[in-house]
């Protein structure tokens, strides 16, 4: 099975909605490592890793989701990081 990582922006009326707790629980549902966390511009910033295929079925559950307030998704193909092995939440 082949692994991938990304980095996910997701823009819109991301944060003050219980985002990042949502984003958590569904990569760990997922088996992804990684974090999430806001970033000072009200956009909120993910790194996610693991098999390709539940890292896009994680992003898509997301999106499904928050359907409403997401208005943007930038997404980013990112070198593995073996410096997480679970996935957080970052202040």
Same mark, same amino acid.
């Given at each position: 099975?082949?692994?991938?990582?990304?980095?996910i922006?997701?823009?819109?009326?991301?944060?003050?909605?219980? &985002?990042?707790?949502?984003?958590?629980? %569904?990569?760990?549902?997922? +088996?992804?490592?990684?974090?999430?966390?806001?970033?000072?511009?009200?956009?909120?910033?993910?790194?996610?890793?693991?098999?390709?295929?539940?890292?896009? @079925?994680?992003?898509?559950? %997301?999106?499904?989701? &928050?359907?409403?307030?997401?208005? /943007?998704?930038?997404?980013?193909?990112?070198?593995l /990081?073996?410096?997480? +092995? @679970?996935?957080? %939440?970052? &202040?």
């Amino acid at each position: 099975m082949e692994h991938g990582a990304k980095k996910i922006t997701f823009s819109g009326r991301v944060q003050g909605v219980g &985002f990042r707790y949502t984003a958590h629980r %569904i990569a760990l549902q997922h +088996d992804l490592t990684g974090y999430v966390k806001n970033l000072p511009n009200g956009c909120v910033e993910m790194f996610a890793q693991g098999p390709a295929d539940d890292v896009e @079925r994680c992003l898509i559950d %997301i999106q499904r989701h &928050f359907e409403g307030y997401i208005t /943007n998704v930038n997404l980013e193909d990112m070198p593995l /990081n073996q410096t997480y +092995d @679970r996935f957080i %939440i970052t &202040f």
